[in-house]
Nanobody, 128 residues
């Protein structure tokens, strides 16, 4: 299994960025696809996660209205659309894949990093 992020960069506050995570070795829509970040001086934190086939997602409150996760099934790619970026959004962003928890109708994705087995190498986002 391999996850490869792309799309990071340096932007001004208020601008947008789209991060992509190309997945090989597993089917993205059948797993929890999550985006995580590590901001300077802070712990790794979950940003958002989605399991398309299980119709469940989880979002961090302070980005919920600005960030959106999606999965392009044709390309087996997870995407993070980030809008209205703030300097405090700066950090290394990671894509991760993990199993869906729970059972119908309460499937869920977790913000526990230990539950995500596969990780990308990360892509840097800098907002000034």
């Amino acid at each position: 299994v391999q996850l490869v992020e792309s799309g990071g960069g340096s932007v001004q506050a208020g601008e947008s960025l789209i991060l992509s995570c190309a997945v090989s070795g597993l089917t993205a829509r059948q797993n929890c696809m999550g985006w995580w970040r590590r901001r300077p001086g802070r712990e790794l934190e979950g940003v958002t996660a989605l399991a398309v086939d299980y119709d469940t997602n989880i979002d961090r409150e302070d980005v919920k209205a600005r960030f959106a996760i999606g999965v392009d099934s044709a390309k087996n790619t997870a995407v993070l659309h980030m809008t209205k970026l703030k300097p405090e959004d700066s950090g290394m962003y990671y894509c991760a894949a993990g199993p869906v928890s729970g059972w119908w109708p309460r499937y869920r994705c977790s913000f526990s990093a230990d539950e995500y087995k596969y990780w990308g190498q990360g892509t840097q986002v800098t907002v000034s």
